[in-house]
Each structure stands twice: as C-alpha cells, then as structure tokens.
C-alpha cells in the first residue's frame, strides 16, 4: 500500500531532519523512518474506522432521540439506512481491521467533536439525500454510497485534512496518497467475503520494503561521496543561495540512480524534479534536473553508470 512516491517523500524527510538535527545518529534515524512509515499505514486504518466511527455515532443519536420523554414519530420511527448501511457494518466486523486496532491501539475514542462535524457534512449533502431515495435497497447501493462519499466528501476537504494534520505530525504528506488507497478498497469489498475481507497490506511486496531501508541507507552512508560530486557541478551557482532542500533532493536522487539498476534514470529524475517542486523553490525543478543530467552523464563517461 505504501508506494515508492510516499517511501521517497518520507525517506527525504528523514535524511534532511538527520543534517538538521545534527544528530547523525542512523540508527536512530532509521527508526526515525520506519515509524513514519508505520504512521502512514496507521491513516489508512484510521480512514477505515471514520466509515465505522460516524455510523456508530448516527445510531447512537437515533437512539438517544426515540429515548426522549416525548419523542416524535419521525424520531420513533427513523430512517435506518444510513445506520446500518452494509459495508459499513461489514468494515466493522472486519477481522484484519480488528487486529490492527488492538495491536497499534487506534481509535477515534478522543476525537468525538470530529467525528460529529464529519457526520454533519455527510447528512447535509446531496449524496444522502439520493442515498436515502434510492430505491435500490443493496450492498452494492449502500457501498456506492460510501465509495462516493469519500471520494467527494472527504477528500479534499480541507477542514478535514487540516484536523487530520494536527492529529499526528506524520501525515501531513501522506494524506491525499493514503485516501487513494482507501478508495481502491473500499471499491475492492465484496459482500461474500464478509468478514475475511482483505485489506491492503503496509508494502506491495518485500522488494519496496527493501527499497525504502536501502534508499535510506545508501543516502546517508555514501552522502559525503554523493555530495562531493554534486558539488563539482554546481560550480556557477552560489551555494549558499541553494536551497538546503535541494542538495538533500539531489542526494536521495543520486542514491537511488546509483543503487537500483533495475528503475530507469528518467523515472528517478522524474519522481525528485516532481518533488522538488513541492517541498522546496519554484525553480527549483529545473535547477535539479540540470544538476542531476550532469552528474548522469559524467558517471557514464566513467563507466560508473551503465543504465539508461
């Protein structure tokens, strides 16, 4: 589930907080990275029990309100379907979401407030309304609901990801990739396989964990060596007016051209120039690109490079 876009971000996270801090201590901040990584799979848990969270709390509101001293027809008589839509039941009932909750120790327990603001936004919208009018009464219908409530809804919200940013550090980069993700399962339920469901797992395979502790690795241990070279090639520029970021972007870039033969040089240069973009200048995409193609194309004239 935690792609190379994500394990790339959060691995320059690390390597620029390791010069910043001063520490300089790998393995700490190896652990820095694995637990940032843990986080990330953790919203993705998180985003699943919203789905169970603001259901549970609809059903304890209709409760409360035929429980009133004099409670109302419509309130005596309410609308359930909301309240015990399908795949939400079944998200609930989900026995890997179970384990991870207790094993990580997850919940929405403290944040009661959020959870009520996000069940507002959904019974105000149009979708609940057409929800509630479809007369289509069905699993699909009720996992329909969901999968466009999330996507349009949640996603993009920016109250909601700004709640979700205050929560925990660690998602502040993770959250539109980690909704994506939501999405495809939620789109991938099925009601036959109840509560055996599958979810997705931290990593797609072992070859992108392996990926993410070498990257790392390789950045830091070989930084001097990758510095150094970078630093020939940035000889008309004044350095101390090069974004710290910058350096760092090249750095993790020219790790991973070096020490993984099998991703092309044009995918890696992509994937830090798009970066750069984001986390550091406005220019500073095509100062790294012209820096890194330098550095390329130096290291095949030494026959230290032999990919394309």
């Known amino acids: 589930m ?15 907080a390791y010069y910043q801090n001063g520490n300089k201590d790998l393995k700490t901040a190896e652990n820095e990275l694995l637990f940032s990584l843990q986080k990330s799979y953790d919203l993705y848990h998180y985003f699943l029990l919203l789905i169970v969270e603001t259901t549970n709390l609809q059903k304890r509101l209709l409760d409360n309100r035929k429980n009133k001293y004099v409670p109302t027809q419509e309130e005596l008589n309410p609308n359930m379907r909301f309240a015990e839509n399908r795949l939400a039941m079944q998200i609930e009932g989900n026995e890997s979401l179970a384990t991870y909750v207790k094993e990580q120790g997850i919940s929405w327990n403290n944040d009661e407030d959020f959870i009520k603001s996000v069940l507002d936004l959904i019974l105000t919208s149009e979708l609940y309304s ?51 993700f939501t999405l495809k399962t939620i789109k991938k339920f099925s009601e036959a396989a109840g509560s055996k469901q599958s979810l997705l797992p931290m990593f797609k395979d072992l070859e992108d964990q392996e990926f993410a502790i070498k990257l790392f690795r390789q950045s830091l241990l070989k930084g001097s060596e990758y510095r150094e070279r970078i630093q020939k090639h ?32 044009n ?4 994937e830090y120039i798009d970066t750069a973009k984001h986390y550091s200048t406005p ?5 790294i690109n012209g820096i890194l193609d330098s550095v390329v194309t130096e290291l095949k004239n030494e026959k230290l490079l032999i990919k394309d």
């Open 283 to 287: 220019k500073s995409g095509i100062f």
């Open 2 to 16: 935690i792609n190379r876009i994500l394990i790339r971000i959060k691995v320059l996270q690390i390597v620029y």
């Open 130 to 180: 057409e929800y509630l009018a479809n007369e289509n009464d069905s699993y699909e219908t009720d996992k329909e609901f969901w999968r466009n409530t999330f996507k349009k809804l949640i996603c993009g919200n920016e109250e909601i990801e700004s709640y979700l940013e205050d929560k925990s550090i660690y998602w502040n980069d993770d959250i539109e990739i980690i909704q994506t």
């Open 267 to 270: 995918v890696t240069l992509n």
């Open 234 to 265: 940035m000889k008309n520029w004044e350095s101390e007016r090069i974004a710290n970021m910058d350096q760092i972007i090249m750095q993790v870039a020219l790790a991973e051209i070096l020490n993984f033969p099998s991703i092309p040089i």
